[in-house]
């Protein structure tokens, strides 16, 4: 007889647990669908500078034009806007669907993360300097041979890619682009390297 107590106490107890699971998921999917941003884990900022993450930072805080600390799709289109992007309701879900949960700052460093990593990563200040170097010609490049090799080789950039790309770009009346100028537009090496002469 003590036997069969000991099997229906335990019987019951087990019955006890089970609603205690349903609860639990209850609990779980109430906490995925409130506002707030899940965390991620720390180990995506160690997958940049500390000067990418502070860029990064400035260009989330421009993003988030309502300041709560979530990119919405309000913010999104207020950004192109500023911008003088036109984006559709379909390409503006896209973008904020990449994310697995609302668009805070450490889920906009995972998916910067993801994607430097689907491409092979970024390259070292010094290989992107030594990179543009080779098209120096003291002190400037020639934008026409530059967009040629753009549209040429490696990752080939589209015309439109390339337009896009010189838009950002200082280049005189001639179609020369200051080296430097270039270097320090793409570099936050190149920032730091400047700021520490000028304190020695």
Do not use: C, Y
Not at 117 to 135: I, M
Not at 142 to 170: C, N, Q
């Amino acid at each position: 007889m003590a036997d069969k107590e000991k099997k229906v106490k335990k019987k019951k107890k087990e019955e006890g647990d089970a609603p205690a699971a349903p609860a639990a998921e209850t609990r779980a999917s109430s906490k995925s669908s409130s506002k707030k941003a899940k965390r991620s884990g720390s180990n995506v900022f160690s997958m940049f500078s500390q000067a990418q993450v502070a860029e990064f930072k400035e260009a989330f805080q421009l993003m988030d034009h309502d300041k709560d600390g979530i990119i919405t799709k309000p913010d999104l289109r207020a950004t192109f806007d500023a911008v003088g992007k036109l984006s559709t309701e379909k390409e503006l879900d896209e973008m904020l669907n990449e994310a697995p949960g609302p668009l805070n700052f450490t889920q906009l460093l995972g998916l910067f993360g993801n994607r430097m990593a689907d491409s092979g990563g970024t390259d070292d200040d010094e290989v992107v300097v030594a990179a543009f170097k080779s098209f120096d010609d003291n002190g400037s490049i020639d934008s026409e041979k530059f967009r040629h090799a753009l549209m040429t080789w490696g990752d080939k950039f589209s015309a439109k890619e390339v337009d896009d790309a010189f838009d950002a770009m200082e280049i005189d009346d001639n179609g020369q682009i200051d080296t430097q100028a270039l270097i320090t537009l793409l570099t936050a090496a190149q920032e730091e390297g400047e700021e520490g002469g000028e304190a020695a």
